[in-house]
Nanobody, 126 residues
Framework: QVQLVESGGGLVQAGGSLRLSCAASGRTFSAYAMGWFRQAPGKEREFVATITWSCGSTYYAGSVKGRFAITRDNAKNTVYLHMNSLKLESTAVYYC???????????????????WGQGTQVTVSS
C-alpha cells in the first residue's frame, strides 16, 4: 500500500505563487510516475502535470504549461508542484497520484493512477 499526503495549499492572490508537496510512504514504495490532478467545484477532475520517477520526464496540461512546474525528490519520495502566475480558474482541490507501473493508459488519464492523496485546497482570489 502507498500513502500520499499533500500539503502546501492555501489562499493566494491572482498572479501569486504556491508550492504543493506530496510525500509518499509505504513499506516498499515504488512508482513509474507521480502526477497532479485538480477538481474545481462542479467540474470533473482534470490532469495538471506528471513526472516519471526514474528519468524525470515531465508532461503538462496545456492550461498550465509555462506557469507550473513539477519536480521530484527521489530520496524523499516527494513530488512538488510549483505554481506561478496563478489565475482565478486555478482554484480547485489538487490531488497527488501515483502510477505504479507503466501502462497503455494515457498519462493524463486518471485511470492510469492507482493511488491518490486526500487533496489540498488551492483558492485564488482577485
Amino acid at each position: 500500500q502507498v500513502q500520499l499526503v499533500e500539503s502546501g495549499g492555501g489562499l493566494v492572490q491572482a498572479g501569486g505563487s504556491l508550492r504543493l508537496s506530496c510525500a509518499a510512504s509505504g513499506r516498499t514504495f515504488s512508482a513509474y510516475a507521480m502526477g497532479w490532478f485538480r477538481q474545481a467545484p462542479g467540474k470533473e477532475r482534470e490532469f495538471v502535470a506528471t513526472i516519471t520517477w526514474s528519468c524525470g520526464s515531465t508532461y503538462y496540461a496545456g492550461s498550465v504549461k509555462g506557469r507550473f512546474a513539477i519536480t521530484r525528490d527521489n530520496a524523499k519520495n516527494t513530488v512538488y508542484l510549483h505554481m506561478n502566475s496563478l489565475k482565478l480558474e486555478s482554484t480547485a482541490v489538487y490531488y497527488c497520484a501515483v502510477q505504479s507501473r507503466a501502462s497503455s493508459l494515457a498519462y493524463y488519464s486518471s485511470t492510469a493512477y492507482n493511488y491518490w492523496g486526500q487533496g489540498t485546497q488551492v483558492t485564488v482570489s482577485s
